[in-house]
């Protein structure tokens, strides 16, 4: 049961390049989210997803794109990368019914933009 | 909006130690609450929930209860290890949704042998 997968592990993007960062999850969850985690800041959610074809924004969604073609993947695109990109990134999914049974996180992509 | 509000951390325990990280929150109505822990180079694991008023949530010795009356859901350890070294992070439901997470900014606790 892999759950959550997210590649790469680590990245570095030079100031005006471009990247998809992979997740993929085998759960049959219907949610999906993209956060971003800066040190002393917690996490904030860029993008979510309620099911395929459905996506919305989050709180800091400037300088990112998604799609959801499929249940099982939510890749997170960044266009034009700037230093303030630079952040450990984390996918989640959860159940259809909702939050109430939590998330389950992938282990994360240290993205460094220079 | 809804948000949580964490107690900064770092905290620093010897091994046996008693541990209490304060989580309060904001809400309308009586959100679930939860309690993640993120072990070093890995992602959030959720570590307990619950989900109405005066519900205890308990997991690897850890206990949380969701307080209405002091809109609290501190988190509690008797006896701390090692291997409970990590950042905690507070969370509940935001933006109407029963679904979208909003976390506190993690609270770094590290035992010592």
């Known amino acids: 049961n892999a759950g959550v997968t997210q590649t790469p592990k680590f990245r570095i993007l030079k100031i005006g390049q471009s990247m998809t960062l992979q997740c993929t999850q085998d759960m049959n969850h219907n949610y999906m989210y993209w956060y971003r985690q800066d040190p002393g800041m917690g996490l904030k959610l860029i993008y979510y997803s309620v099911g395929a074809g459905i996506t919305d924004k989050g709180e800091v969604p400037n300088g990112y794109n998604v799609s959801r073609s499929t249940t099982e993947d939510f890749p997170l695109r960044l266009e034009l990368a700037a230093p303030s990109q630079t952040s450990v990134y984390f996918c989640?999914?959860?159940?259809?019914?909702?939050?109430?049974?939590?998330?389950?996180f992938g282990s994360g992509t240290r993205l460094t933009v220079v | 909006g809804d948000s949580v509000t964490q107690m900064e951390g770092p905290v620093t325990l010897s091994e046996e130690a008693c541990l209490t990280i304060n989580c309060t929150y904001t809400a309308t109505g009586y959100p679930s609450l939860f309690w993640y822990v993120q072990y070093p180079g890995e992602g959030l694991q959720l570590l307990l929930k619950a989900t109405k008023a005066d519900d205890k949530g308990s997991n690897k010795g850890f206990e949380a209860t969701y307080r209405k009356e002091t809109t609290s859901f501190h988190l509690e350890k008797g006896s701390v290890q090692v291997s409970d070294s990590a950042v905690y992070f507070c969370a509940l439901p935001t933006g109407g949704s029963n679904y979208k997470l909003t976390f506190g900014k993690g609270t770094l606790l590290t035992v010592n042998p």
């Open positions: 989640a999914s959860s159940y259809p019914t909702g939050g109430d049974y939590g998330y389950t």
